[in-house]
């Protein structure tokens, strides 16, 4: 607790007087006398101990001085109103420099001794000064002082060491020395003993500096030689024949030759780049790069991305109260593919194939550079119209190199549009009455590039023609009640989705509306004509090709192709099966692929279906129709063949192809097909047939036992005693604060109390000081009364004895 | 315009001075006329006259004698006026009636709501005495008139019966209605001899299905009444052979727009075992009328589950009725005292049928299986089944047993609902995937669910935001230029 006082008056110790006191404290604290130990009852271990010495007496002193210095002042100036002012100029104005200050002062002492205070001093000057000292009072002192310096300075040895060697003179030089170096600092007589021992140490300081002065330079010397000599290894194996060179020469005499090869030494050396590769190489590291993206692919159609990217149940403390309380959320972002560099290399390389192999055609037709990007549909249109698809190409090619995002801030969005500009392109191409599917073919290569470039503005934009079709379609069905199956153009936006996203993942944004949209156009819309048909069975093609690596269950795509198969009998009860919702057992729109001409059905051969049929098959003779309608029925064949394959592993196989089985072996009339029909059929039922039958009992997944809530308490560690623990930070702080203020009032009313009792002190003695004087005087004066009385006493005596 | 004006005169000769009455006759001839707005004009004209002329009390009130008879009579001037005019209203009345059967609906519409102009005034003012003394007549043979208009047997009536549906709000004239309506149903078809009669038959179902019956018995004196000829009505409509789609739109509305209003619903019970029997669609409807009949007027029907089991056909889960019925099926079962091996086949049968069903109808029914399973534990063996045979060569479920105790259900296993784990949609392969673990205790909530649509479905996924859009990295070569591309094999680009 005495501490802070102590601190305190330590702080406000004037400097000027701490030199002296330091040594002083130094010898009170050698006294015994002076030191007062506070004795612990308790060896504590690791206890730090502050105040286990204290100095009692040197404090009060201390303290005694200061109030004398302060307090005292003050209560003996308390009557007293007088103050002192400050008049000299600027002496408290912070603004103006010492120089600029020292001006000012030096002007106003001119102004005011300014007019001659004597009139009868005719040649009165200016007082010439030095330092602030006028040079006639130095004239007057200099010579004196000056010889005496000089000889002394020179020629005298210095106090320390004649007194080492020479006994020093004794007491009275050093007496002397100390009192015109130190004025009042007294110090003690050093003894001879102590001060050679002073002087061996300084020199043998002295001696150990220089020494390690030459060590380090030694080490950094070495130091230099070894990085010089690890630089000249690589010069030796990187250019052995210039190396050597240089050491010849250099031997005779360094040239500016040399020179310049040393500079070049140091300078850095251009590293050699890695060496091509060599095509086994590429096509290693091809492989490895197709490796793991098939190994994503695969991660993503099991959906193993979305579990990890689930939030794992986190380890629940015994203490978890389960209010749902989570301190920190997941933020982890799912993994993607790493491609898109590569797409973009892939994308230069391949776009620029075409425009090389085409030059020579087109030297003719010149065609501007530069491109911009077209700011709207029409735009866009009118720059491809009445070009070939080799000229569409490189314009596309073009804009997309003039308009690299890496150019300008802007282009990123413009051939983001570009990819809408040229679906929608597409999409008109394929609803024209002769739809344009070579270009077609051909426009997918840039719209593959641009998708790479652009993943979210190609999903959305082909999202955004999704939903317009499933609206469309749901808005006819709320209408009509039916709806039809839709035109050329969105056949091939489902055919350019498979191509541009990975079709197997578990969920996607692009590819999964795309599933839900072909799964409703297998069971809304209603089957009516060839046509529709036909374009069933591409969209059932489109299935497969979608499912054809994840092997996912269709069932609108068995039921599809069981009611194609159904409406290729003569019209009868259905047995053994049953068809669902756009096909009907019974009813209009049977036997649409029911062909009976005999001459028809051997005069067909299986021919690949054009897509343009789709717009236009009313021109088509009826002979030709047979044969569509046969190919039709060949493809549901190899459809069917194709889905055994890819289903065969489902546990439920033979129940998902019963129905399908049961049509095939029953009801279709093989025997009237032409022989490459049977085949079809054949090889169709063939797969559906050598499958094993194979059930074993489903067994649930184990449950984990969940552990028991319990509720016990809390328990910490205490490693260290006596600190206190706990809390947050903030109330640690708070805890610190409320002990420093109680330490520090404890500690000003101490010091008030000493105050006070310090001027009742210097009170009682005034007074006391006041009675003696009083008391003095009163003896005074009594003692010279009674002198008096004495001597007149005396007077009297001898007046009566006279 | 002037025509308009030369009628409008003749109404006010007719009826400002008795000596120009036999203009009235002028008016009659153009109510039968050919042209059309001659005809308006004086339906319009008629509906005034005759108006003001009930309500000055200037037609013969009682029986009226034929007009000969009347004329040559000895009565009084005034009453032979009066008894003459009546006639003339007589005639007025049947051309309005024909008019009802006119081609324009303009004219149908002015003609009904004439004579229900002169139902209302007739019954303030009776013509014909009432039979006890005090209490008051209603118009019937007016009203009659009206119905039948109503009740073409040639041609579809609606539009003017949904103008009609106003007057149904006032409870003599629905009372009056349906009494009418009763009589038309056992006139008419007993003419034609069970033959159905399209529409005749739908014109009467839209005039009576929208009638609102009141609720309380406080609302009208006569509730009984009300409620047995209501009853009435229905049962003699119902007696004769409906048409398919008729018959789904009375069993549509069968549950709380008629059976809740019959005096005996009991009576119904033939009708509806009927349709329960005929199968498809109609079966699947009828099941609500039956479950009300069960639940709250104690029917006992055997072989109700077998029945409702031999229902579960591919279509149900194409159906428009889906909802509904799986509501319905969902309540059948949720008694937790039927047996292990009628739910087990009902289980095992829903989930062979969901091979050929559509997504939203699988997001539905495979909670409900999970239901199911939580309702009856006995059935859990059809998931897990530690020790049973190894390698089966069939399904031990037999799909084409009628019965459900011999379907052998409870020896076999899921097979499908763990094809379904397989399933293209990301949904139902998850919620397939919940089968594999113990399920919770809860119930999953239904609701939500039954009335699933595919387009509600596809939206919600287009509308999810994307993360991150995976690409295809396999370079495009062209259309169809993929490897093993199925398109190459069977379609050209031409």
New interface residues.
């Given amino acids: 607790m005495g501490k802070a006082a102590k601190r305190k008056r330590k702080v406000s110790v004037p400097s000027t007087a701490k030199g002296p006191v330091k040594s002083a404290m130094a010898m009170v604290k050698s006294n015994p006398f002076e030191v007062k130990v506070n004795r612990q009852k308790f060896n504590i271990l690791g206890r730090k101990t502050k105040n286990d010495v204290g100095l009692p007496g040197v404090s009060r002193s201390k303290a005694i001085k200061k109030r004398t210095q302060t307090l005292l002042k003050e209560y003996k100036e308390r009557e007293k109103t007088n103050v002192f002012k400050d008049k000299r100029f600027g002496e408290y104005n912070t603004k103006i420099s010492p120089e600029e200050k020292m001006i000012r002062r030096f002007t106003l002492e001119r102004q005011k001794n300014y007019g001659k205070k004597n009139i009868y001093n005719l040649n009165e000057d200016e007082e010439l000064t030095h330092y602030g000292q006028s040079l006639a009072e130095i004239e007057k002192m200099n010579d004196i002082i000056d010889s005496d310096s000089d000889t002394e300075e020179r020629g005298t040895l210095s106090a320390e060491l004649t007194a080492a060697h020479f006994g020093g003179g004794g007491g009275l030089l050093r007496k002397k020395a100390s009192s015109g170096q130190q004025d009042e600092e007294e110090e003690k007589p050093k003894s001879r003993k102590e001060l050679i021992e002073e002087m061996i140490t300084k020199s043998k300081q002295e001696k150990q500096e220089r020494q390690t002065q030459r060590e380090s330079a030694l080490e950094l010397t070495e130091k230099l030689d070894n990085d010089w000599k690890e630089i000249q290894t690589l010069i030796a194996r990187k250019t052995p024949k210039s190396e050597k060179k240089d050491k010849e020469v250099e031997k005779p005499k360094p040239d500016e030759y040399d020179m310049i090869v040393r500079e070049l030494g140091f300078e850095m050396k251009a590293k050699p780049s890695e060496r091509m590769k060599t095509e086994e190489e590429l096509a290693k590291e091809e492989q490895a790069r197709?490796q793991k993206?098939e190994a994503?692919?695969l991660r993503?159609m099991h959906?193993l991305d979305e579990q990890a990217n689930k939030k794992k149940p986190s380890h629940v403390s015994a203490d978890d109260l389960a209010d749902g309380f989570i301190l920190d959320k997941d933020d982890r972002?799912?993994l993607?593919?790493k491609?898109r560099r590569i797409?973009l290399e892939?994308t230069s390389v391949?776009a620029s194939s075409p425009t090389s192999c085409s030059k020579q055609d087109f030297c003719l037709v010149s065609f501007c550079f530069y491109f911009l990007v077209p700011e709207s549909y029409e735009t866009f249109k009118s720059l491809l119209a009445g070009r070939t698809i080799e000229q569409q190409l490189i314009i596309l090619d073009r804009i997309q190199k003039c308009n690299h995002p890496s150019l300008a801030v802007g282009n990123k969005a413009k051939l983001e549009k570009l990819f809408g500009f040229l679906l929608e392109y597409i999409g008109e191409l394929a609803t024209l009455d002769l739809p344009e599917?070579?270009t077609?073919?051909?426009l997918?290569?840039p719209?593959?590039n641009l998708?790479?470039m652009f993943?979210?503005a190609?999903?959305d934009s082909i999202?955004f023609i999704?939903?317009d079709a499933?609206h469309d379609?749901?808005e006819l069905i709320e209408v009509k009640g039916r709806a039809t199956l839709p035109g050329l153009d969105m056949l091939?936006y489902l055919?350019?989705t498979s191509?541009?996203?990975?079709t197997s993942?578990?969920?996607?944004?692009?590819v999964?509306?795309a599933?839900?949209?072909m799964?409703?156009l297998l069971?809304?819309c209603r089957i009516t004509t060839l046509q529709d048909v036909i374009k069933g069975l591409?969209i059932c093609?489109l299935f497969?090709?979608?499912?054809?690596l994840?092997?996912?269950?269709?069932?609108?795509l068995?039921?599809f192709l069981l009611g194609v198969l159904h409406i290729s009998l003569p019209k009868k009860r259905a047995q053994g099966y049953?068809v669902?919702?756009p096909f009907s057992p019974v009813g209009k729109n049977l036997e649409l692929l029911l062909v009976c001409d005999k001459k028809d059905l051997e005069s067909w051969q299986k021919q690949?279906?054009?897509?343009?049929i789709v717009t236009r098959l009313k021109e088509t003779s009826r002979t030709e129709m047979n044969h569509i309608r046969l190919?039709c029925l060949a493809?549901c064949f190899?459809?069917i063949k194709?889905c055994a394959a890819l289903y065969e592993s489902?546990?439920?196989?033979?129940?998902?192809m019963h129905p399908v089985r049961v049509l095939l072996t029953q009801h279709v009339p093989v025997n009237e097909y032409p022989e490459k029909m049977q085949e079809w059929y054949h090889s169709a039922l063939k797969e559906l047939e050598n499958k094993v039958?194979?059930?074993?009992?489903?067994?649930?997944?184990k449950?984990k036992p969940v552990p028991l809530k319990q509720y016990t308490p809390k328990i910490v560690k205490v490693l260290e005693f006596g600190r206190k623990q706990g809390g947050s930070k903030k109330e640690q702080e708070r805890k610190q604060l409320i002990q420093r203020h109680k330490r520090e009032l404890k500690g000003a009313i101490r010091e008030i109390r000493k105050d006070n009792q310090f001027l009742a002190r210097m009170q009682l003695s005034e007074i006391m000081e006041r009675d003696s004087a009083r008391k003095r005087k009163v003896k005074e004066l009594l003692g010279s009364l009674s002198a008096q009385e004495g001597e007149w006493k005396a007077m009297k005596r001898k007046r009566g004895k006279n | 315009m002037a025509r308009a004006a030369a009628v409008a005169d003749c109404v006010q000769a007719v009826l400002g001075s008795r000596a120009s009455a036999n203009r009235v006759f002028e008016l009659l001839e153009l109510l039968g006329g050919e042209d059309e707005e001659d005809a308006a004009c004086a339906a319009r004209a008629c509906g005034r006259l005759f108006g003001a002329l009930l309500q000055r009390g200037e037609l013969l009130a009682g029986p009226l004698p034929a007009e000969e008879a009347c004329l040559a009579g000895s009565g009084s001037a005034e009453d032979k006026y009066k008894a003459w005019m009546r006639h003339r209203y007589q005639e007025c009345v049947a051309g309005l009636a024909e008019l009802m059967g006119h081609g324009s609906f303009r004219l149908k519409e002015l003609a009904l709501c004439t004579l229900m102009r002169f139902v209302e005034l007739e019954a303030k003012h009776p013509l014909v005495a009432a039979e006890p003394q005090g209490s008051r007549t209603f118009p019937r043979e007016r009203l009659k008139v009206v119905v039948d208009g109503l009740l073409p047997i040639n041609e579809d009536a609606s539009l003017l019966i949904s103008r009609f549906q106003e007057y149904m709000e006032y409870d003599d004239v629905r009372y009056f209605v349906i009494k009418a309506v009763t009589g038309s149903i056992a006139q008419v078809m007993q003419k034609t001899k069970e033959r159905p009669l399209p529409f005749y038959q739908q014109n009467v179902f839209s005039l009576i299905s929208p009638i609102n019956m009141p609720n309380k018995e406080s609302d009208m004196v006569k509730f009984l009444a009300h409620k047995q000829a209501f009853e009435k009505m229905w049962l003699s409509f119902l007696k004769h052979k409906l048409p398919a789609g008729l018959y789904k739109k009375v069993l549509v509305i069968m549950h709380d727009s008629i059976l809740p209003y019959m005096n005996e619903p009991t009576l119904m019970i033939d009708f509806l075992t009927v349709a329960y029997g005929i199968g498809g669609a109609i079966s699947l409807l009828a099941l609500n009328g039956l479950f009300i009949l069960i639940h709250q007027h104690n029917l006992e029907y055997p072989d109700f589950y077998k029945k409702l089991y031999s229902l579960l056909?591919?279509?149900i889960?194409?159906v428009k009725y889906r909802a509904r019925f799986f509501h319905l099926t969902d309540l059948f079962l949720s008694s937790s005292h039927l047996p292990a091996y009628l739910v087990a086949a009902f289980i095992k049968r829903l989930s062979?049928l969901a091979?050929?069903?559509?997504?939203e109808a699988l997001l539905m029914i495979i909670p409900f299986i999970c239901n199911l399973f939580r309702r009856h534990p006995a059935c859990s063996v059809?998931?897990?089944?530690?020790n049973?045979?190894?390698?089966?060569?069939?399904?031990p479920y037999i799909m084409e047993e009628e019965q459900p105790s011999q379907s052998r259900a409870l020896e076999s296993?899921?097979?499908?609902i763990?094809?379904?784990q397989?399933?293209?949609?990301?949904d139902v392969?998850k919620a397939a995937a919940v089968?594999?673990?113990?399920l919770s205790e809860i119930e999953d909530d239904l609701s939500g669910l039954l009335e699933l649509s595919?387009?509600e479905?596809?939206?919600k996924?287009?509308k999810?935001k994307?993360?991150?859009?995976?690409?295809?990295?396999e370079?495009?070569r062209?259309?169809?230029?993929?490897k093993?591309?199925?398109?190459a094999?069977?379609?050209?680009?031409?």
């Fill in positions: 197709l993206l994503d692919r993503r959906g972002r799912l993607s593919y491609v797409g892939v391949k599917l070579r077609i073919d051909k997918v290569l719209l593959y998708c790479q993943p979210e190609a999903s999202k999704l939903r499933a379609m749901e091939i055919k350019i191509l541009l996203f990975p993942d578990f969920m996607h944004p692009v999964t509306p599933f839900m949209y799964s409703q069971t809304k591409f093609c497969l090709e979608y499912v054809s994840s092997k996912r269950f269709v069932p609108e068995i039921n049953t669902v919702h690949n279906l054009p897509l343009s190919s493809l190899d459809l194709k489902l546990p439920s196989f033979h129940e998902i039958k194979q059930y074993t009992p489903l067994i649930s997944e449950k | 056909d591919p279509s889960y194409h062979r091979l050929t069903a559509p997504p059809l998931v897990h089944r530690p049973g045979p190894a390698g089966m060569s069939e399904d296993s899921l097979w499908e763990q094809t379904l397989n399933h293209y949609h990301p392969a089968l594999n673990h113990s595919a387009y479905l596809f939206d996924e287009v999810k994307a993360i991150d859009v995976p690409l295809e990295f370079q495009v062209g259309l169809f230029g993929k093993n591309d199925i398109f094999e069977h379609f050209t680009l031409d």
